[in-house]
């Protein structure tokens, strides 16, 4: 029994797959994370690519034969792969920004912790919303939605089929840019209304105390009504999330639509 016979055209789309693949693995969220062994990353991009490879429809004519050629659609593959992650990894972003927001009301800013995703110090709060987050994210299915935009991008963006000019593309992801600063004052509404009111409450009491220190005793209260009414909040974390995933998904179905090739008598 004779080795199998790998056709040119089949061998450079099953590269072109592989880079899609692994740059959607690399930067997606969780499997992006520095504590995951670059091994695995490449041994899950590997395999992804054997299952997904075979099915892949691709026109075998316009598959380069030459350095440029190939690497000119490898940079087309590159951006689609950094576009899905990007779209998708926003969503969990919007918890270290919503942890911003909070440890600055709650005066938490100079508690630091190293991040492990990022290799850079974050508030402790940020990091706790993170993993509470990342927990959400699992639970509702997020790494499901990963999977399958990548497999769905191969039936809207063939591989060597890839629409580029659309600038569209580039005001979608400033529109969910826009979602995750919105979805992050709303984990962050309830702790910073009380905290303002708070505040409000002891300014007034140093102008009718001015003997009471009120920066000592306000900073012990300031975190724990922020850490109580975070405790309560937690409940809308589930329904928040939920939603800035489904408006991900949508993203993902208008980006893949705007990399999508040109069908003919259609105008962008």
Not at 64 to 72: D, E, I, N, Q, R
Request: with cysteine; proline share 6%; charged share 10%.
């Amino acid at each position: 029994m004779g080795a199998p016979i790998i056709n040119a055209n089949e061998f450079v789309a099953f590269v072109l797959v592989l880079i899609r693949l692994s740059t959607v693995v690399a930067l997606a969220p969780i499997l992006g994370s520095p504590n995951v062994l670059t091994e695995a990353k490449a041994a899950l991009a590997l395999t992804l690519t054997l299952v997904l490879a075979p099915v892949v429809t691709y026109e075998a004519s316009l598959m380069p034969m030459s350095v440029f050629g190939l690497a000119f659609l490898a940079l087309g593959e590159l951006i689609i792969g950094l576009v899905l992650a990007t779209l998708v990894r926003l969503v969990l972003e919007t918890a270290n920004l919503a942890g911003e927001y909070l440890s600055f009301q709650m005066s938490l800013t100079m508690v630091n912790l190293m991040d492990p995703q990022s290799g850079t110090q974050v508030p402790i709060v940020s990091r706790l919303v993170y993993i509470i987050f990342v927990l959400l994210f699992l639970f509702a299915n997020g790494h499901y939605l990963v999977l399958k935009a990548l497999a769905d991008s191969f039936k809207v963006a063939p591989v060597g089929l890839i629409n580029f000019d659309r600038p569209q593309l580039f005001t979608e992801l400033m529109l969910a840019t826009g979602r995750m600063y919105i979805l992050a004052v709303k984990i962050a509404a309830p702790v910073v209304g009380l905290l303002f009111c708070v505040k409000i409450s002891f300014g007034i009491v140093a102008k009718a105390v001015p003997q009471m220190q009120v920066l000592f005793v306000g900073m012990p209260l300031y975190i724990l009504a922020g850490l109580v009414v975070v405790g309560f909040s937690m409940d809308f974390w589930p329904r928040l999330i939920g939603q800035g995933l489904f408006e991900a998904q949508q993203a993902l179905a208008r980006a893949l639509g705007l990399l999508a090739p040109e069908s003919p008598g259609v105008s962008p």
